[in-house]
């Protein structure tokens, strides 16, 4: 199979921390990552994508230095949502594909409280 | 961009009927995914279909895709509470596997 695992599953943070979410692939590496925001009542939104070894490309509107997305090895991307405020609280989601044009397999999410 | 209108947004279903979710768009599907999601829980692939006309089954849920490849629609057939949650289609563009999600159909089945 392909497991992506996302850690944290839940996290609180206090307004003004930063908090950092991983994606890992489990058993298999990943070229592709993508990260999504799920707001309430909406659907997924695509944050950003992310290639092992080069800068992430983010999607019109989404801030690059709030959320920095790292995509150091094959196998894992991290989110780090900076300085956060509470209306980051939301549902972070990643997928992740073996190779660009391939089905991308989604982790478990994080929900992220900011208070 | 392209957009994905998903209908209902809710639905409620005594247990064993059987219930249809549709999932329009605004542009040509290339790939259209079906996903399940709980609460708490990452999303659950279901199906991908990419051929007009295409047919997928997996226990209960059949799901299909228009000849025209604009609507899918995913059917469960003799409904259970284990069906129960949020429903999601996703859509890929040409070339492309960043999805466009619609906003979910959330499913409640009452025993």
């Known amino acids: 199979g392909a497991v992506v695992s996302q850690h944290p599953s839940w996290v609180i943070c206090k307004s003004g921390t930063s908090v950092k979410i991983e994606c890992r692939s489990l058993?298999?590496?990943?070229?592709?990552m993508f990260w999504y925001r799920q707001f309430p009542k909406q659907s997924l939104m695509l944050m950003a994508t992310s290639n092992e070894g080069s800068k992430a490309t983010y999607e019109q509107g989404v801030e690059k230095d709030k959320f920095l997305i790292n995509h150091a090895s094959l196998t894992l991307s991290t989110l780090t949502v900076t300085s956060a405020h509470p209306e980051d609280s939301s549902f972070y989601i990643c997928?992740?594909?073996?190779?660009?044009?391939?089905?991308?397999?989604f982790g478990q999410g994080t929900r992220l409280t900011v208070v | 961009s392209q957009e994905l209108e998903q209908s209902p947004q809710s639905l409620i279903v005594q247990e064993g009927k059987n219930l249809t979710i549709n999932c329009t768009s605004s542009?040509?599907?290339?790939?259209l995914y079906w996903y399940k999601q709980k609460y708490g829980e990452g999303l659950i692939f279901l199906m991908m279909?990419?051929?007009?006309?295409e047919e997928k089954s997996h226990e209960k849920i059949t799901a299909k895709l228009d000849e025209k490849k604009q609507q899918s629609s995913l059917h469960i057939t003799a409904s259970q509470p284990s069906h129960a949650g949020i429903y999601l289609c996703g859509a890929d563009g040409a070339g492309s596997y960043q999805l466009t999600f619609g906003k979910g159909t959330k499913l409640s089945v009452i025993p």
């Open positions: 997928s992740a594909s073996r190779a660009v044009n391939t089905e991308a397999f």
């Open positions: 279909l990419q051929k007009g006309g």
């Open positions: 058993d298999f590496q990943a070229t592709t």
């Open positions: 542009k040509t599907l290339y790939g």
